[in-house]
Structures are given as C-alpha cells and as structure tokens.
T-cell receptor, first 113, second 108 residues
Framework: ETGVTQSPTHLIKTRGQQVTLRCSSQSGHNTVSWYQQALGQGPQFIFQYYREEENGRGNFPPRFSGLQFPNYSSELNVNALELDDSALYLC????????????FGSGTRLTVV | AQRVTQPEKLLSVFKGAPVELKCNYSYSGSPELFWYVQYSRQRLQLLLRHISRESIKGFTADLNKGETSFHLKKPFAQEEDSAMYYCALGGSNYKLTFGKGTLLTVNP
C-alpha cells in the first residue's frame, strides 16, 4: 500500500489567484473526497468523486472544482482565491465510498495573502 | 441536515483512568458513525467504525440511536492515547460530517 499522497505540502498564493492541489489515491481506491480544515475546526466536506464523476458536494461555491483521473489521482482547483480560503486541504480515498473508512493524506497547507 | 457535536474541546485524564469522549449526532436517515484520530505530527486516521463493532487500541464505541450518541470509551487510558479525536457521521450522499474534535491529554 502506498497510502494517499498530496502535493504540494505548503503553498502561498495571493488573493484573486488560482490554485491547483493534487492527490494520489491509495492503490485500489476508486473514491476520493476533498476536505477543508480551518484552524481549530474539524474537516469540512468539499466534494467527492467516484469513478471520475462528482457524486456529492458540500456547501462550497462553484469556484471550488475538481477532477478525478482514470488512475484515480485527483485535483482540487480553487479560482479567485479569498483570504478565507486559507486552510489545510485534505484528500481522502476509499474503496466504494465512506462505509469502508477513508485513508487521509497529510494535506496541503494553503495560505492566501 | 447532518450535524456532529463534540461538546468537549479539551479532555485531560491521568494514566490508568477511564476516558470517555462524547459525540452526539443529528441525522434523519440511517447513520454510519466513525471515530478518527490524529496523533501529533501525523495524518488523520480511522480509529473505528460502528458497523464493524470492533475494539481498536482498547477503544470501543457503541451507537445509541435513542440518544443519538456514539461516545468513545477506554477503561484505562495510556499516555500514547494523547491525540486529537474526531467523531464523523456518514450520510447518504457519501459525505463525512466531522465534529470539531476533542484534544485528549493523558498525564503520567
């Protein structure tokens, strides 16, 4: 098992810019979810992809978008960055959804200045 | 709407004492409940899930649908149990809703 890897680990962007975060799912996992974790809070669900299709979305605006590729790697894109987007972004993968529990990556710390 | 409440932000116990981390949820459907743990400088990892009814590292959690609770318990806390614990609720649209977490400190 290779686990879930995320890149980059840290990132600083300017307000209004766009950012792409990347995630490599654990081998054999066909479901990937993205979470935003603000300081002192639990992770908040952004969206989930299952077999390359988005199949669930949280309360995040459309400027948060994603992709899942045939090899089950994934991207989170955020356009028009705002200061409040500063957070830890977590990627989590699983086999056939949440019932089997998610494997989390270490996250990407995004700072918007 | 899905909601998870962990009423204690901080919990401090002595080694060997029993520990209970509280979790209450709100969900109209059939819930799937999980406990995740994050040790210092490590990633978030699954501790246990109610559907498997297992005991991991001495921790157990029972789903009480009447009280809408899923409290995490351990009879004798160890120093290595010190970590951040998150209760999470799974819903029909696959999203996991997390509580804000409880930081457990086990003192020697």
């Amino acid at each position: 098992e290779t686990g879930v890897t995320q890149s980059p680990t840290h990132l600083i962007k300017t307000r209004g810019q766009q950012v792409t975060l990347r995630c490599s799912s654990q081998s054999g996992h066909n479901t990937v979810s993205w979470y935003q974790q603000a300081l002192g809070q639990g992770p908040q669900f952004i969206f989930q992809y299952y077999r390359e299709e988005e199949n669930g979305r949280g309360n995040f605006p459309p400027r948060f978008s994603g992709l899942q590729f045939p090899n089950y790697s994934s991207e989170l894109n955020v356009n028009a960055l705002e200061l409040d987007d500063s957070a830890l972004y977590l990627c989590a993968s699983s086999w056939e959804g949440q019932g089997n529990g998610y494997t989390f990556g270490s996250g990407t710390r995004l700072t918007v200045v | 709407a899905q909601r998870v409440t962990q009423p204690e932000k901080l919990l401090s116990v002595f080694k060997g004492a029993p520990v209970e981390l509280k979790c209450n949820y709100s969900y109209s459907g059939s819930p799937e409940l999980f406990w995740y743990v994050q040790y210092s400088r490590q990633r978030l990892q699954l501790l246990l899930r109610h559907i498997s009814r297992e005991s991991i590292k001495g921790f157990t959690a029972d789903l009480n649908k009447g009280e809408t609770s899923f409290h995490l318990k351990k009879p004798f806390a160890q120093e290595e149990d010190s970590a951040m614990y998150y209760c999470a609720l799974g819903g029909s649209n696959y999203k996991l809703t997390f509580g804000k977490g409880t930081l457990l400190t086990v003192n020697p």
